[in-house]
Nanobody, 124 residues
Framework: QVHVVESGGGSVQAGGSLRLSCQPS????????MGWFRQAPGKEREGVAA???????SYVDSVKGRFTISKDNAKGTLYLQMNSLKPEDTAMYYC??????????????????WGQGTQVTVSS
């Protein structure tokens, strides 16, 4: 069983930065995908960024050039560095894992282990 726990959310003004962290546990071998997703009030959950076990990344167009997904294998931690934040980035952000060895995407339905979420609020 894989568990993921997010941290690092908060409130910032537009143009500011935040770094989210995710601590997965319970899976230590094989290929995997880790992703960040977000859900704003009244909207469907959407993919933000994903990274596979080899470090290959993918992003949704709306965050390219502003957000960076990375992982520290020594610490076993996943990060999402968010720069140039906009009010439309306001959402609950979730970390998720897929340990089936599939090609990594930012499609919500691919992921089967989810954290509880951390709130990001960007004010104008």
């Amino acid at each position: 069983q894989v568990h993921v726990v997010e941290s690092g959310g908060g409130s910032v003004q537009a143009g500011g930065s935040l770094r989210l962290s995710c601590q997965p546990s319970g899976y230590t071998y094989g290929r995997y995908c880790m992703g960040w997703f977000r859900q704003a009030p009244g909207k469907e959950r959407e993919g933000v960024a994903a990274i596979d076990s080899d470090g290959t990344t993918s992003y949704v167009d709306s965050v390219k050039g502003r957000f960076t997904i990375s992982k520290d294998n020594a610490k076993g931690t996943l990060y999402l560095q968010m720069n140039s934040l906009k009010p439309e980035d306001t959402a609950m952000y979730y970390c998720a894992a897929d340990v089936r060895g599939l090609r990594c995407t930012v499609v919500v339905e691919q992921y089967n282990y989810w954290g509880q979420g951390t709130q990001v609020t960007v004010s104008s």
